[in-house]
């Protein structure tokens, strides 16, 4: 079976400050991790994915994670927050042999000025 | 087209009645998933068509959700005598060959059952 956990309901950081957004996954195999955001009565967006390879991977508006295999963790970070940031982030796990993206519960994040 | 996209947007039904919620996904893409994302959760695995074929639905619920892909493009979600319960946003998926492809979203169908 395959599992993400984003420990965080909501993460708030101020505009300009860097933001982590927490993701661990639990897999039988090598993981597939990805993460997406949700904008108000928008669809998923795909932001950036780490299939193998480097740990640190780079994706949309400015954003990266870095995948740790030791800790199981799939960290979302911005080194510099935007108010336009402010969505609702998900993690999200698949295997080579599976057929079904399983996804987190979610992290609101709020960036304030 | 150059998006996923779902009809209707926003459905509104009473107990009891049938449903269908209708995807029309990327136009090449043989991968079709169906989620359900209910109020405060992450989007909850339904099915996931390769062509035409259901290549895996353990994630329907029950027998009073089925869905279809006739053609290998537009698939369409079938809910029978739904219940309150039933009450979420059902978002469809696209891709190419599953794995690590990148799923493209629609924007869901909004389904509210009184």
Sequence with gaps: AQSVAQPE?????????????KCTYSVSGNPYLFWYVQ?????????LKYITGDNLVKGSYGF?????????SFHLKKPSALVSDSALY???????????????????????L | GAGVSQT???????????????????????????????????????????????????????????AVRPEG???????????RGDSAVYLCASSLPSGANVLTFGAGSRLTVL
Excluded: M
């Design chain 1, 9 to 21: 309901d909501q993460v708030n950081v101020a505009e300009g400050n860097p933001l982590t957004v």
């Design chain 1, 39 to 47: 904008y108000p009565n928008r669809g998923l967006q795909f932001l």
């Design chain 1, 64 to 72: 990266e994670a870095e995948f740790n295999k030791s800790q199981t």
């Design chain 1, 90 to 112: 998900f993690c999200a796990v698949i295997t080579g042999t599976a057929s079904k993206l399983t996804f987190g519960t979610g992290t609101r994040l709020q960036v304030t």
């Design chain 2, 8 to 66: 209707p947007s926003n459905k509104v039904t009473e107990k009891g009645k049938y449903v269908e919620l209708r995807c029309d996904p990327i136009s090449g893409h043989t991968a079709l998933y169906w989620y359900r994302q209910s109020l405060g959760q992450g989007p909850e695995f339904l099915i996931y068509f390769q062509g035409t074929g259901a290549a895996d639905d353990s994630g329907l619920p029950n027998d009073r959700f089925f």
């Design chain 2, 73 to 83: 493009s537009v698939s369409t979600l079938k809910i029978q005598r739904t219940e």
